[in-house]
């Protein structure tokens, strides 16, 4: 089975510019999440849905930026306008629920650099 | 709101040894999960083992195997047989209906 699929694996834009993410989750996963990992804050979880309704976005850093997911099977994380503070690897996550049971299954992850 | 520490940033193992690693976490939750994943170099975060806290038997996953402590809050694991492919960043993570609340990671190296 394919795993989680994100793209692009790297992104190198300037600051000011729109920047979309993209993630696939695995089939039959009805929880997918998006976190940020950088050196200062770690890994911070920024939003997740459920079965493609946003559940708790309580971790988006601001306004710049939003995610969708208009099916089950894809998802975005948009920035606009990008800032060089955002530079970081963002993951995709999905599970097949949000108990805490169920393991939550990682993409490669997006670098993210804004220059 | 729950915290996850880890409290050694970077450990050191030949081959063939055993390393700990330790992470202590703080909640008043009664029911949740905890997990440990690994990152190496290539950024994917794996999965190495997970355990439920209503469970008093640790995990083990091969090589891996945890040291549960709940009224202590407390949740290390231990790699036998250290390989030079479990060189990585190491993370402890607190779940609790579904987010994942990481610690800061501790690198281990593994040298021949």
């Known amino acids: 089975d394919a795993g989680v699929i994100q793209s692009p694996r790297h992104e190198v834009t300037e600051m000011g510019q729109e920047v979309t993410l993209r993630c696939k989750p695995i089939s039959g996963h009805d929880y997918l999440f998006w976190y940020r990992q950088t050196m200062m804050r770690g890994l911070e979880l920024l939003i997740y849905f459920n079965n493609n309704v946003p559940i708790d976005d309580s971790g988006m850093p601001e306004d710049r930026f939003s995610a969708k997911m208009p099916n089950a099977s894809f998802s975005t994380l948009k920035i606009q306008p990008s800032e060089p503070r955002d530079s970081a690897v963002y993951f995709c996550?999905?599970?097949?629920?949000?108990?805490?049971?169920?393991?939550?299954?990682f993409g490669p992850g997006t670098r993210l650099l804004v220059l | 709101a729950q915290t996850v520490t880890q409290s050694q940033p970077e450990m050191s193992v030949q081959e063939a040894e055993t390393v700990t690693l330790s992470c202590t976490y703080d909640t008043s939750e009664n029911n949740y999960y905890l997990f440990w994943y690994k990152q190496p170099p290539s950024r994917q975060m794996i999965l190495v083992i997970r355990?439920?806290?209503?469970?008093?038997q640790n995990a083990t996953e091969n090589r891996f195997s945890v040291n549960f402590q709940k009224a202590a809050k407390s949740f290390s694991l231990k790699i036998s047989d250290s390989q030079l492919g479990d060189t990585a960043m190491y993370f402890c993570a607190f779940a609790n209906w579904g987010k994942l609340q990481f610690g800061a990671g501790t690198q281990v190296v593994v040298t021949p």
């Open positions: 355990q439920e806290a209503y469970k008093q």
């Open positions: 996550a999905s599970s097949r629920s949000g108990s805490g049971l169920e393991t939550q299954y």
